[in-house]
């Protein structure tokens, strides 16, 4: 069953400078136990897409549900638990009263209330922080009682605008542990990260939106797949020196693909090792690429 999905939904703002095309008959879907990364520049309409959805915009064109019934419900909206990028939390409160709160908000009513919220707190590394003030924490602290606050709801539909922002390297590990682990349990995510290589790491298939437009919605892999023409080799060798020198006899040398089997042949002549062939392209180079090639051709309107 699919968890999000858009049809043909478009927005158009009225401004002093005219109108603004925010969303342009985009169309997508998540699938439960999914994850879904949404990346495009600045002012391409990820935020846009993220209101309609929660109908804090509602005089949009085309449909959304979430598990299948219309978002305009609210009841609809239930199943969808919200990380907004800058996550206001209630300063004079504790990470444990916020935990507490958010359950009673959602109508949930736990014996273990206290132990159950104790234990989110933990696994986000912030259970001693959990009767201090939330103004007492440091970014990343909040960040992470943020995202506690998402999960200890057991939502069937995250939302989370650039949910690793403010984390350290361990952090940012601890959070995509967890959220794979979310995903596996058969939760969808719908996020949104500026990072590519978050992206890369925690969803299945991302969309790329420019200017209100969805121009591709794919997996990180079959992107960079499609584009890879230059290859990486790390290789083995006591007599061929080529490429940038890794350990003793281990180096790594990038390739045209056509130059590829020609190489190989040579390496094998000279005795050597193949370890590794990997596309040279990352996702990151992919985006600029179309990017541009969007930029040249695509629409206008902004
Ligand atoms: N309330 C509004 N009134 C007029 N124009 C708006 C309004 N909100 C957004 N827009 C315009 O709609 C377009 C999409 O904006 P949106 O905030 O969805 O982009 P975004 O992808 O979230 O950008 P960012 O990465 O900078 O947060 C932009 O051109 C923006 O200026």
């Not at 549900?65 to 969808?80: E, H, L, P, V």
């Not at 058969?186 to 500026?194: D, E, L, Y």
């Not at 190489?263 to 005795?271: K, P, S, Y």
């Not at 050597?272 to 990017?291: C, D, K, M, Q």
Request: aromatic letters at 8%; hydrophobic letters at 40%; charged letters at 25%.
């Amino acid at each position: 069953m699919s968890a999000l999905q858009f049809h043909d939904v478009s927005k158009t703002f009225q401004s002093r400078k005219g109108a603004i095309r925010a969303l342009n008959r985009v169309n997508l879907q998540v699938d439960e136990g999914e994850v879904f990364g949404f990346v495009g520049p600045n002012g391409a309409g990820k935020s846009t897409t993220i209101k309609v959805m929660l109908d804090i915009i509602n005089d949009y064109e085309g449909d959304v549900s979430i598990y299948g019934s219309s978002s305009r419900d609210a009841r609809s909206r239930k199943a969808i638990a919200y990380l907004p990028e800058s996550p206001a939390l209630y300063e004079q409160f504790t990470p444990l009263e916020v935990l507490r709160m958010a359950l009673r908000m959602n109508g949930i009513r736990r014996r273990d209330e206290k132990a159950w919220c104790q234990q989110w707190l933990e696994r986000f590394s912030v259970a001693p922080y959990a009767s201090r003030r939330i103004r007492q924490l440091s970014k990343g602290n909040v960040q992470r009682v943020a995202l506690a606050h998402t999960l200890v709801v057991q939502p069937r539909l995250l939302v989370l605008d650039e949910p690793l922002s403010g984390l350290d390297p361990v952090g940012r590990q601890d959070v995509v542990d967890i959220l794979l682990e979310y995903k596996h349990a058969g939760g969808a995510i719908f996020f949104t990260s500026h990072v590519l290589h978050d992206v890369e790491r925690i969803a299945d298939r991302f969309g790329f939106i420019n200017r209100g437009e969805l121009i591709t919605t794919r997996s990180p892999r079959e992107l960079v797949a499609e584009h890879a023409d230059r290859f990486i080799v790390r290789y083995q060798s006591q007599s061929l020196a080529e490429g940038e020198r890794l350990r003793e006899d281990e180096y790594q040398q990038e390739l045209d693909q056509s130059a590829l089997p020609g190489w190989l042949d040579n390496l094998n002549r000279h005795g050597g090792r193949v370890l590794s062939i990997h596309p040279a392209t990352s996702l990151e180079s992919v985006f600029f690429r179309i990017l541009e090639e969007n930029s040249a051709t695509g629409p206008g309107g902004r």
